[in-house]
Every structure is written in C-alpha cells, then in structure tokens.
Nanobody
C-alpha cells in the first residue's frame, strides 16, 4: 500500500508562488502516472495536472495552464506542483494521487491512494 503525503501549502498573496510536494512511501511510484487535484469549499474535486510515469507527458487544466508546472523526481519518490501567478480562485485543498487510468486522465475515478491534502489560500 502506498501512502502519499502532500506538503508545501500555505497562505500567499495573489501573484505569489508556492511549490507543493507529494512524497510517497511504502512503494515506489516510479512506474505510476500521477496527478494533482484540488477541492475548494462547497465544490467538487477538480483535476489540476497530471504527469506520465516517465515525465514525458504533462497535462493541465485550462485554468492553470501556463501558471502551474507538474514534475516528478522518481529517485526521491516525489511529485511536485510548482504554482506561479496564484489567484484567489486557486484557493483549495490540493491532493496528489496515483492515476490508474490513461496518463492524462482528468477523471477522479481513475485515481486512488489519495493523500490528506495541503491547504492553499490565496488572498487578493
């Protein structure tokens, strides 16, 4: 069983940056596609970004394209989400997860082993 732990969230002013980390333990994730989702209060969990197992393919929601960058460091069993030019509408709890579907899947049903999430708050 893989455990995923997100970190790096916090409070930031609009226009600022944060780097989220997702550290895996219990099993190597180097052969898995991975993804980031987020959930704002009162809203459904939504896809943010995904990365193929070899990092050759990257996928982004339109709302974050050009501002967020997903990456991975398989040697550290870790996936990252660099978030720049943050907006108040980016405020949410961010989760990483293992993607058992196609590498660019945006459907949460393809994802499992969710972490506990990390809160990101962007003030205007």
């Amino acid at each position: 069983q893989v455990q995923l732990v997100e970190s790096g969230g916090g409070w930031v002013q609009a226009g600022g940056s944060l780097r989220l980390s997702c550290a895996a333990s219990g099993r190597r994730i180097s052969s898995y596609h991975m993804g980031w989702f987020r959930q704002a209060p009162g809203k459904e969990r939504e896809f943010v970004a995904a990365i193929s197992w070899n990092a050759f393919n990257l996928y982004y929601a339109d709302s974050v394209k050009g501002r967020f960058t997903i990456s991975r460091e398989n040697a550290k069993n870790t996936v990252y989400l660099q978030m720049n030019s943050l907006k108040p509408e980016d405020t949410a709890v961010y989760y990483c997860s293992i993607n058992t579907g196609p590498p660019g899947s945006t459907w949460s049903g393809h994802y499992n082993n969710w972490g506990q999430g990390t809160q990101v708050t962007v003030s205007s």
